[in-house]
Nanobody, 121 residues
Framework: QVRLVESGGGLVQAGGSLRLSCAAS????????MGWYRQAPGKQRELVAT???????NYADSVKGRFTISRDNAKNTVYLQMNSLKVEDTAVYYC???????????????WGQGTQVTVSS
């Protein structure tokens, strides 16, 4: 099994910054894609940003130019630097990873437990 542990959430004023981290551990053979999703109260979970092992990046339009995703493959860790935060960025942020536990194992998706980000006006 693969376990994802997030950290770095909290309360910040609008215009401020936060950095989220997510470390993967367990029976990891390879991780192809890592990313961040978020879910605000009463809304569906939505993609924030993803990074593939070849460094291909993808961002939601709402965070482009403000958020930066990066990855340390040696540590199986993904980061999300969030700048110029807005009230509408308030949500629970979930780490996501797609990977394999063995060379013949199927590609599986894993989720972290979520970390709260609250942006006050």
């Amino acid at each position: 099994q693969v376990r994802l542990v997030e950290s770095g959430g909290g309360l910040v004023q609008a215009g401020g910054s936060l950095r989220l981290s997510c470390a993967a551990s367990g029976s990891i053979f390879s991780i192809d894609r890592m990313g961040w999703y978020r879910q605000a109260p009463g809304k569906q979970r939505e993609l924030v940003a993803t990074i593939i092992s070849d460094r291909t990046l993808n961002y939601a339009d709402s965070v482009k130019g403000r958020f930066t995703i990066s990855r340390d493959n040696a540590k199986n860790t993904v980061y999300l630097q969030m700048n110029s935060l807005k009230v509408e960025d308030t949500a629970v942020y979930y780490c996501n990873a797609e990977g394999r536990t063995g060379i013949l194992s199927p590609l599986s998706m894993y989720w972290g437990q979520g970390t709260q980000v609250t942006v006050s006006s």
